[in-house]
T-cell receptor, first 117, second 113 residues
Framework: AQTVTQSQPEMSVQEAETVTLSCTYD???????LFWYKQPPSRQMILVIR??????QNATENRFSVNFQKAAKSFSLKISDSQLGDAAMYFCAYWGFSGGSNYKLTFGKGTLLTVNP | KAGVTQTPRYLIKTRGQQVTLSCSPISGHRSVSWYQQTPGQGLQFLFEYFSETQRNKGNFPGRFSGRQFSNSRSEMNVSTLELGDSALYLC????????????FGEGSRLTVL
């Protein structure tokens, strides 16, 4: 079964600085998607960034970028110029084959990011 | 475009009761997934529905069930509630099959006493 591991339960960063959240995953598949989702204190989960496994180029969305290392099965999220509104729980997620003809999204346990003013 | 709407937002039940949660997906989305979120277990996949058919199911006991209607609205039901069922239940819809790009509702917070 696919697993997603986020080794940092909590992280903190000063406003305007850069922080990197780590994620590793385990899979025997070659075709899949990886995501970072953000869950602010209001609880609604929103998509931050996604990466297709077949693409070598790292995805970027404004201040958010990823470092995707397929061979190492690593998928870290870098947040540049951190803002107070970035404070949230961040979940790394893997979308891929889960058996039979099914696919599903598997989440890591999350990293709670605090942004200090 | 309205987002994913979940009702009720909060509810309190006692052990042995049953509960039904509702989810209205984004207009045009035909896939609805349900997740259970707890501090200890994190986010766990319950099931996914597409066009009124259950496409995938997680490792939960049969007390957890769901369905989807022709208008894509979905309900999940938990029977014979246990204390451990206390959780935030998240619904997500998707307009694209096979990509994992989900749009989440704010969740239904269930407390079982």
């Amino acid at each position: 079964a696919q697993t997603v591991t986020q080794s940092q339960p909590e992280m903190s960063v000063q406003e305007a600085e850069t922080v990197t959240l780590s994620c590793t995953y385990d899979t025997s598949e070659s075709d899949y998607y990886l995501f970072w989702y953000k869950q602010p204190p209001s609880r609604q989960m929103i998509l931050v960034i996604r990466q297709e496994a077949y693409k070598q180029q790292n995805a970027t969305e404004n201040r958010f970028s990823v470092n995707f290392q397929k061979a190492a099965k690593s998928f870290s999220l870098k947040i540049s110029d951190s803002q107070l509104g970035d404070a949230a729980m961040y979940f790394c997620a893997y979308w891929g084959f889960s058996g039979g003809s099914n696919y599903k999204l598997t989440f890591g346990k999350g990293t709670l990011l605090t942004v200090n003013p | 475009k309205a987002g994913v709407t979940q009702t009720p937002r909060y509810l309190i039940k006692t052990r042995g009761q049953q509960v039904t949660l509702s989810c209205s997906p984004i207009s045009g989305h035909r896939s609805v997934s349900w997740y259970q979120q707890t501090p200890g277990q994190g986010l766990q996949f319950l099931f996914e529905y597409f066009s009124e058919t259950q496409r995938n199911k997680g490792n939960f006991p049969g007390r957890f069930s769901g369905r989807q209607f022709s208008n894509s609205r979905s309900e999940m039901n938990v029977s014979t509630l246990e204390l451990g069922d206390s959780a935030l239940y998240l619904c997500a819809s998707s307009g694209s099959l096979g990509t994992g790009e989900l749009f989440f509702g704010e969740g239904s917070r269930l407390t079982v006493l």
